[in-house]
């Protein structure tokens, strides 16, 4: 699976993992993706959204929104594999 690590001297260190899944849905034309963070201690969802690509800046949105809404992660470090 791929991983990111966030971590600051002022801040924990929050450990999450990136999931992409792809979905083929019969009555819409293309795939579908679902692009989750979470947490890895918790499984907690730090963010997740529904995507016709997997491109970077899909990614991108994502971890963007887990930053936002976890204000301790001060940096993120992230490995992807796309879906197969």
């Known amino acids: ?9 002022n801040a924990r260190s929050v450990k999450c993992k990136i999931y992409i899944e792809k979905y083929l849905i019969p009555e819409i ?6 692009i989750t963070v979470m947490d890895a201690f918790s499984r907690a969802v730090l963010s997740s959204g529904i995507f016709q ?18 204000k301790e992660m001060r940096a993120v470090l992230s490995f992807l594999r796309p879906a197969s």
């Open 1 to 9: 699976m791929p991983s990111c690590q966030a971590a600051s001297q």
């Open 29 to 34: 034309k293309g795939s579908f993706y679902v």
């Open 53 to 70: 690509g997997q491109d970077l800046a899909r990614v991108l949105i994502i971890l963007y929104a887990s930053v936002e809404r976890n």
